[in-house]
């Protein structure tokens, strides 16, 4: 799965306010109980410290820092942004310095909110994101899980579609990309 998606913010927001990844309307219909979605949590937070992982509620997530989760990020001029039809080169030291010289400095850095709320998006700049997941594939609607294997996502999310939405804090949506499937 990979996507690109590119624009301006409306509104200057901090990066440790900025998510990506799915969110569900309705409760998951085959959801982990509270107390495991919570061990869960508290264990890949360590590892992931901006991530939002809630299985277990009325309206699901699972969400994570935009500028750390993205592959690729481009922060570039209005009018010298990149063609999202070719490959997203990484562009981001001349806006955020030069800590951010690789993606996987970008991603450390940016993918812990402590960190991540000494930046902002800007409303002048157009950003490219890029990202690519090869754990998912939703044209069969499965997840690819080491150890365990192929999971059919559409049983657990039940009658709902799958999701790739870029959300604020605060609930703002910036973008949300709804897959259907036909279970």
């Not at 409306?10 to 569900?24: A, E, Q, W």
């Not at 699972?62 to 001029?77: H, R, Y």
């Not at 063609?83 to 991603?107: C, H, M, W, Y």
């Not at 450390?108 to 997941?133: G, M, Q, R, W």
């Amino acid at each position: 799965m990979q996507t690109v998606v590119q624009g301006r913010f409306k509104k200057r927001l901090k990066m440790s306010d900025v998510y990506f990844g799915s969110t569900f309307p309705q409760p998951l219909a085959f959801a982990p109980p509270r107390s495991m979605s919570k061990l869960i949590d508290s264990i890949l937070r360590k590892v992931a410290p901006g991530l939002i992982l809630d299985l277990s509620s009325d309206s699901p997530k699972v969400l994570a820092p935009l500028a750390g989760t993205v592959q690729t990020l481009s922060i570039d001029a209005l009018g010298s942004e990149p063609d999202i039809t070719l490959q997203i080169e990484e562009n981001v030291v001349s806006s955020l310095g030069k800590s951010f010289s690789t993606p996987a400095k970008r991603q450390k850095i940016l993918s812990n909110p402590k960190y991540a709320a000494n930046y902002e998006f800007n409303t002048n700049d157009v950003y490219t994101f890029h990202s690519n997941d090869d754990t998912m594939d939703y044209g069969r609607g499965t997840m690819h899980i080491p150890v365990y294997g192929e999971y059919d996502i559409k049983t657990a999310i039940g009658n709902q579609p799958m999701s790739l939405t870029g959300i604020a804090k605060g609930g703002s949506i910036l973008y949300d990309l709804k897959i259907f499937h036909a279970k």
